[in-house]
């Protein structure tokens, strides 16, 4: 009697594995920059931590480009996110400071790595939300993966432009761990920069100002960083008043469908 063969897999063209391919990449990125945190190497553990967010937000994209969305990219993209954003960050906080600590710089990273978890599991759980209005789609319930754990660095960035006496305390490392992984598993509404549009006078200004931010990131990344962080910190404020805006304009029916941006997606 012959065995029945198992069925072949199906080959895929190589474009549909480009986003997969992105997303591995970037996990590698994360892993990267624990070891170069394990070496002493702040820098390269920071750059590489930022890579990782660049190649995130590009993996999403390029699948919508190719037609290459699949159950198994969300799923490993997710996977890489809790790597990339919930473990390696505060590996190099603790490795950077939080070990001086003592046993209690261990319950900080612990803090932020579940706070992470946690927010990428209500991130995948509300995707399938079929109560979710489309204008909800304009912001984010809390502060994304890879916001979070490029916040949290802050420290680390500021001690390479002003020196580690005062941004290096155990306590400054702690706050951030703290807060920000607070803030990612909060209600508070951010904005979702990748849903805003940009009308038709202001496309040249626009390209002129990402210019110039591209330049001020190669000849002075840490400083350019510095700034984007402080601003986007400073977005909070507006983000929730203009949440409640919207909200006030679909209670009284007011809210254009054409308003409304793609499905949200995660860092």
Not at 6 to 19: A, E, T, V
Not at 99 to 122: D, K, N, Q, S
Not at 151 to 158: A, E, G, K, R, T
Request: hydrophobic share 50%.
């Amino acid at each position: 009697m012959k065995k029945k063969r198992s069925p072949r897999l199906k080959r895929l063209p190589i474009n549909r594995l480009i986003p997969n391919m992105l997303t591995v990449a970037a996990l590698c990125a994360g892993m990267t920059a624990i070891n170069f945190a394990a070496r002493e190497m702040w820098e390269p553990s920071v750059f590489a931590i930022v890579v990782a967010a660049i190649l995130d937000g590009l993996d999403g994209r390029v699948a919508r480009m190719l037609n290459a969305q699949s159950k198994f990219g969300a799923e490993l993209d997710s996977l890489s996110d809790f790597i990339s954003f919930g473990v390696a960050p505060p590996m190099i906080l603790y490795f950077w400071t939080l070990e001086h600590a003592g046993r209690i710089g261990w319950v900080f990273v612990l803090f932020f790595t579940i706070c992470m978890a946690l927010r990428l599991a209500r991130f995948n759980t509300a995707l399938e939300d079929p109560d979710k209005q489309p204008w909800e789609n304009n912001f984010f319930t809390g502060v994304p993966a890879p916001a979070g754990a490029l916040l949290i660095m802050y420290p680390l960035v500021l001690s390479f432009l002003f020196g580690d006496d005062f941004f290096r305390n155990p306590a400054m490392a702690a706050i951030f761990l703290t807060v920000i992984g607070g803030l990612m598993v909060s209600r508070m509404p951010t904005f979702s920069f990748k849903k805003a549009k940009v009308a038709q006078a202001y496309v040249l200004p626009v390209m002129i100002a990402v210019g110039l931010m591209v330049a001020f990131l190669v000849s002075a990344p840490w400083a350019m960083l510095s700034v984007i962080g402080a601003i986007y910190l400073g977005s909070f404020p507006l983000s929730f008043k203009s949440h409640k805006a919207w909200k006030k304009r679909a209670a009284n029916g007011e809210f254009n469908q054409e308003e409304d941006c793609d499905k949200e997606e995660e860092d």
